[in-house]
């Protein structure tokens, strides 16, 4: 029998105006990319169109979760903001790297190196290979 978990969690913190920093746990796949778009989106509406997504905690990401990340830059963009992602896993880094979106997405060892870069308005994407985890709240669950 196959354990299977709709629940993904994020955790925002606004470091300055106009940037969030959501620290993502759990599994990012098709049942709950979408609910990490929303969340996301929903950061990004609220007037933080900057946002470093923490992927730390997330201990799994499919297709469908990178699919999200890239339509969260284009939210981003359309917002006149940015993403940044931060502490991401092995497995999504290599997903990144092979599909060519680690060139779209800045990459950071941390969130705080992320904060600062967008601080000081960087956008350079850094080489990092290292473990990182991410979660957020449950799928068709309202924030």
């Keep these: 029998m196959t354990d299977v978990t709709d629940a993904l969690h994020l955790t925002v913190q606004h470091p300055r105006p106009g940037l ?3 620290a993502v746990v ?3 796949d098709m049942h709950t990319a979408l609910t990490l778009h929303s969340e996301a989106l929903e950061i990004i ?10 992927l730390a905690q997330v201990g799994f990401c ?5 699919s999200a990340l890239i339509r969260i830059w284009h939210e981003a963009q359309a917002a006149g903001g940015s ?9 999504l880094m290599r997903m ?8 779209l997405l800045p990459v ?3 969130a705080a190196e992320a904060v600062a870069a967008m601080s000081v308005g960087q956008s350079t994407c850094a080489d990092v290979h ?12 309202a924030s």
């Design 108 to 110: 950071h060892a941390t």
């Design 62 to 66: 499919d297709s469908a979760g990178l």
């Design 20 to 22: 969030a920093v959501a």
């Design 83 to 91: 993403l940044s992602v931060a502490a991401v896993p092995d497995r």
């Design 96 to 103: 990144l790297c092979m599909t060519g979106v680690d060139s």
């Design 45 to 54: 509406q609220r007037g933080h169109p900057r946002l470093v997504l923490d």
């Design 26 to 28: 759990g599994e990012v």
């Design 130 to 141: 290292g473990s990182v985890t991410s979660s957020s709240t449950g799928a068709g669950t």
